[in-house]
């Protein structure tokens, strides 16, 4: 059963999902305990897949026991496998933290709920694991088809219009994919990504071969909200019913970034991608504009999770960059920031989502007086923002540390720069929702009667309390062990895929 | 005259394909109104098809179907008698991702619709904008 | 924005079509998409899978993970419209009703409504209410033909163009005949909301349940070949029962997932009238 381990990863959850779904119908109250149940079996795979790909390298999965170029394969490499355990994580922390809200709110549409998150998870984890390019997209359109209509659950004013748009750009964006993939098929007659790879050298002048990639790329930096093309981003993102925004946020746009970085070492080579396209200087200057306009688009929002949602225009940016530079480092560093914002943003999207049950809004007036009123939540709050800023104890800066020396090593000075901008520009942000919350008192006005006694402490519940918190220290902990990530599971698949 | 007739005549299917999908694209983009977005993203979708079942195509290639002779596989299969089956088995997914995709847009603008009653976009921005 | 769209459309296009430029001509027996993979498709399938209609082999066997998501993808559709659209609350507004005997219509304004018990009345859709009996009797009769030419279609996908998708969305249009030429009330009466969400999960789990049944018995996930170790066949045969299995687990969530569309949006999610 072991050997299994890739399949069932994706596979269990996808079972539990209809299982779910179809049990919805006959009896209610067991969906949650069935969607605990089809995550934590994926989370323990994972783990034990890292493991297991760590002592013995490399796992290459046959599907239906069809041998690659004819079958699908999946491939399994140690920074897949770390990409892999970061989904599982996030979606399982996230289930059991939001599961109250979840209960409440979808009480009548639950199951429904369950099955689209669950198979939301199912589709992140092909598209990581998967060696084929078509199996990718199919992959990509279960992803977007569930996202789009977690989405639309949200704010009734707004939600439907924005997943709307969302659903016209992401469906632009997966076609271009497609699109890309079909040049590639006619011009080399395969979709296994190795097989491709290994076909793919005498054809890199072609120019069916440079427009197939240029289409894969723009398809799937639309999908990851990559700066010119991410105006479905903050509104999608903004609008979204919390238990999802915490899932969907942290990682959709960071598995398809993880999808560019497969595309340029996997599929293509960084040969063809940097010295026969030649492109890379353009791209890691509009990552530049990526990251300077998405942090200056935040600093004119009100509105946290708006503001949020702009960061993550930012952070987007900064993996572009990082995987554009061209060496080692760079990429090592965009490789871990990968992981690194996945949680920050997992984090900072789940103390939100806490903090808005005792606020009326987003607003950062709504903040005021909340350290004495939900002090462990707002630490949370605060750890993460530290990491998204980049302050040294936690995760964000350690990954920020590695793009600053691929930078260097590269060249790229105006990269450094802007980097350390967009991280003033996050100490700014920040710092102004800290203090509203430090030390600005609510305005109340029965204020002869009552004054500063009115605020009650009113802590989250445990049960969402005790994930933030965790989700809090593995911020500190993987800034703490980033040196052995990097050494053990990032630098070591790099290196061998750039040279 | 002999670029004509290596790249027009030999290859007017993919030059058919890139219309019809540039139609698609523009009308995604430009038209305000919801379900005209709709329709040209199907556009979009089905010019992709296209493409896909244009790379099957064999010049005197028949449907992948291979006739068999009852008791005996003996006898050897010509591959190039038949066309490509596998761009097919890719646009039945593809097929079924539209028509998902298609499906879903549809409830979301009911469900705007619902609220806004209108589908046309200028007037919904003015209508957000009032509420 | 118009100007917009034109330019990137107009950008786009022109990458496209500087792109073809490398293509092989169209229809060549030798350019690399029809030399380098599907040959042994076409030259293997029979031998390997038992099925001789290529298409089925390779969307069923050799890539059947593919269509196990596609399917999943369907499914994702039908729970999504189901979601965004039911509403179960009853909203308040008039009903009209048909008194069998006469004919006559009946509009009632505020709460009260007839009982559903009540044979002499009959509910109808409050914009068009036509009650052809032409098209009634028409559309009754046509439905189990229908519905036989669906199950052949998935039964006989192995040896003709045909297969789960195709049977399924025709199984579905049986039902969505009923609802266009009766009224959406008859054809959720026929085949109810329940069993067409239970049937729409069964579907899928179907396939991807015997492809972990495969699993469990020792072999890859949907790897038919395992399935010899039950049945009593050949492994060759084994993968075309295999193939077989999962097409009619396609063809029920297929089915069920296009009667959950339909209803959700052609009721708008109220499940009384529409269309």
Redesign the interface.
Known sequence: MTGNYPALLVTVPLLAAFVIYGCSWLHKRSCLFMALLGLTIPFAISVALLKKVLINGHISYHLGGWDPPWGIAYELDPINAIVLVAVTTVALVNLIATSKEIETRFSDRRGAFYALYLLFVVGLLGIVATGDLFNLYVLLEIASITGYSLIAMGDPARAPLSSLNYVFMGTIGACFYLLGVGYIYIMTGSLNMADVHALLPPLYHSSAIVVAFIFCLVGVMIKMGFFPLHSWLPNAYTYVPSPAASLIAPLMTKVMAYVMIRLMISVFSPKFVFSSIAASNAVVWLACLAIVMGALMALAQRDVRRMLTYIIVSEIGYIVGGAWIGNATAMSGAVLHIINDVLMTFCVFLSLGAIARSTKGYQIENFSGLFKKIPVTMATFVVSGLSIIGIPPTCGFFSKWYLILGAIEGGHYGFIVVLLLSSLINIILFFRIFEEAFFVYPKTNAVHTEGEASIAIAETPFVTLIPLVLTAILLIFTGIYSGSLIALIIKPVVSAGLL | MDFLL??LV??????LY??L??IG??A???KNN?IK?LVG?NI??TA?IL??V????????T??????IAGG?EH??N??R?V???????M???I??S???F??????????Y??YKTLEEDE?LTR?RE? | MKRLALLIVILSGGLLLYATKDFPSWGDPNSPASTHVSPRYLEKSLEETAVPNVVTAVLADYRGYDTMFETTVIFCAGVACFMLLRKFEPEERDLYYRHIPTGLTLHIKGEKQIPSTSKEFEKIDAIWTPYDFIINTVSRFLVPFIQLFALYVIAHGHHSPGGGFQGGVILGASIIVLAVAFNLRTAVRRFGEKIDGIMSALGVFIYAGVGAFCAILGAEFLNYRALAKILPVGKVMARSHGILAVEIGVGIAVMAVMICIYNNVASEGKFDEGL
Request: hydrophobic fraction near 55%.
């Open positions: 290596t790249h030999a290859k007017y299917n993919f030059w890139i219309i999908m540039m694209l523009y995604m983009i430009a919801l977005k993203m979009f979708q992709i493409f896909y244009s790379i099957g195509s064999k010049r005197g290639g449907i992948p179907i291979v006739e068999h596989g050897a299969i591959p190039t038949y490509n089956p596998l761009p097919h088995v890719l039945l997914t593809a079924v991702v028509v998902s995709t499906g879903v847009a549809l409830a979301l603008a009911i469900k705007i619902q609220r919904l957000i509420s």
